[in-house]
């Protein structure tokens, strides 16, 4: 079965609809990896700048029977 066919409209809308999808592609993309950049970035500063120090908290020992 043909695009035209499946979709019920014209030959000439092959290419607008493939330009718009691939441009989606595009911007989807670009976010996608900045959104990922800054996920990577806070997670850094999570290990750099802990939520709550460390001093102060009882250490926990570990016992192996």
């Given at each position: 079965?043909?695009?035209?066919?499946?979709?019920?409209?014209?030959?000439?809308?092959?290419?607008?609809?493939?330009?718009?999808?691939?441009?989606?592609?595009?911007?989807?993309?670009?976010l996608?990896?900045?959104?990922?950049?800054?996920?990577?970035?806070?997670?850094?500063l999570?290990r750099?700048?802990?939520?709550?120090?460390?001093?102060?908290?009882p250490?926990q020992?570990?016992?192996?029977?």
């Amino acid at each position: 079965m043909q695009f035209t066919e499946a979709t019920g409209l014209g030959e000439g809308w092959v290419t607008p609809l493939f330009l718009l999808f691939g441009l989606g592609l595009f911007i989807g993309n670009q976010l996608g990896g900045k959104l990922a950049d800054l996920a990577l970035i806070s997670l850094r500063l999570d290990r750099v700048l802990p939520a709550q120090p460390y001093e102060n908290q009882p250490v926990q020992i570990a016992h192996h029977h």
